[in-house]
């Protein structure tokens, strides 16, 4: 397993931008997939970026709803064993606790079950 550690959450108004991190030590070789989920209050975590390493690119991921297609952006820098949240154009429906995951490649879909390593999340708040 990894350990993972967010930061970047916060408070912002509509239309604002914040850019989540996620530190990551431990065997980082075996958890090739990294993902970002979040917990609103009363709701179902859900997936909102996911990606793994392929033969010659990295692939990412987005949820096929489009709650977030535009606006999120996830990237990964190896060097510094971190991955990123990018979110511009925040709704107050983006309000949630946000979780990095990590999990083996071959697994890595939207099912936070498959992802075994969980960070201990970070707030975020959008006022409209």
């Known amino acids: 397993q990894v350990q993972l550690q967010e930061s970047g959450g916060g408070s912002v108004q509509a239309g604002g931008s914040l850019r989540l991190t996620c530190e990551v030590s431990?065997?980082?070789?075996?958890?090739?997939?990294m993902g970002w989920f979040r917990q609103a209050p009363g709701k179902e975590r859900e997936g909102v970026a996911r990606m793994y390493p392929g033969t010659n690119r990295m692939h990412t991921y987005y949820p096929d709803s489009g709650s977030v297609k535009g606006r999120f952006t996830i990237s990964r820098d190896n060097a510094k064993n971190t991955i990123y949240l990018q979110m511009n154009d925040l709704k107050p429906e983006d309000s949630a606790v946000y979780y990095c995951a990590a999990g083996a490649a071959l697994t890595c879909t939207w099912n936070s079950n498959t992802f075994d390593s969980w960070g201990q999340g970070t707030q975020v708040t959008v006022t409209s």
């Open positions: 431990g065997n980082i070789a075996s958890r090739d997939c």
